[in-house]
């Protein structure tokens, strides 16, 4: 399994909706890889517009979101507060 050594922030608690949770368990697919991913400031498949908001967010304590895909080509967001309290991995619909 993957290990962060410096993440950029906390988390929070993290959590998952219903639906991305039923989806990650049918794909036996491990949210851990994203949840890596975006701690580490790879914030997945944006636009560098929103790769640029999610730098300034990091930097004035704001939220901050990083987009993914599934084995299945499903996009995920994984979603983190500006107060740092809590990271949620969702399906876009579920937003």
Not at 73 to 78: D, M, P, Q, Y
Request: aromatic fraction near 10%.
């Amino acid at each position: 399994m993957e290990t962060l050594v410096n993440p950029k922030f906390s988390p929070g608690q993290v959590v998952a909706t219903r639906g991305v949770y039923n989806l990650l368990m049918h794909l036996d697919e491990d949210p851990t890889p994203f949840l890596i991913r975006h701690l580490s400031g790879d914030w997945g498949d944006m636009c560098a517009e929103d790769i640029a908001e999610n730098e300034r967010s990091l930097q004035h304590g704001y939220r901050l979101m990083s987009v993914y895909y599934l084995s299945d080509k499903t996009k995920i967001w994984v979603i983190t507060e500006a107060d740092r309290s809590s990271t949620t991995i969702l399906l876009p619909e579920e937003y």
